[in-house]
Every structure is written in structure tokens, then in C-alpha cells.
């Protein structure tokens, strides 16, 4: 089984409009359930954080 891993917290903790944490992109239901969850579960909102926070935060393609 894989470790689990960190919480993905930096104590932003504010909620923006799009339903998640603007610190770590977490919803509300995944920040409070994290204890809960197993490893796997945990990676997978990790996944799905970074997900949020790549649609929001499009990298700019480089130009050659």
C-alpha cells in the first residue's frame, strides 16, 4: 500500500467562488473528511486539487 500523503494545507483557508480552498484547492467536504480518508482516497484528492488548480492557473506555452 502507498504512504499516505501530507496534508496538502499551507493555512490559507478561504473558500473561493469556485467551491474550493484557494490555499491547498481542497472543497470543504474533502478538507474535512481528509483524516477520515485512506491513503488512496487522499492521493486521489490530491490529483483532483491539482486538477483545480491547473484549469485555474493555465501554464502559458512557451514560445520558440
Same mark, same amino acid.
Given at each position: 500500500?502507498?504512504a499516505?500523503?501530507?496534508?496538502? %494545507? *499551507?493555512? =490559507?483557508c /478561504? *473558500?473561493?467562488?469556485?467551491? +474550493? %480552498?484557494?490555499? %491547498?484547492?481542497? #472543497? ?10 485512506? $491513503? /488512496? !482516497?487522499q +492521493? &486521489? =484528492? *490530491? @490529483? &483532483? $486539487?491539482? $486538477? !483545480?488548480?491547473?484549469?485555474? @492557473?493555465? #501554464?502559458v506555452? $512557451? @514560445?520558440?
Amino acid at each position: 500500500p502507498s504512504a499516505a500523503p501530507h496534508s496538502p %494545507c *499551507i493555512n =490559507v483557508c /478561504s *473558500i473561493g467562488p469556485g467551491g +474550493w %480552498c484557494l490555499g %491547498c484547492y481542497r #472543497t470543504l467536504d474533502e478538507i474535512a473528511g481528509w483524516v477520515r480518508m485512506d $491513503a /488512496s !482516497r487522499q +492521493w &486521489a =484528492v *490530491i @490529483r &483532483a $486539487a491539482d $486538477a !483545480r488548480r491547473a484549469a485555474e @492557473r493555465p #501554464t502559458v506555452a $512557451a @514560445r520558440g
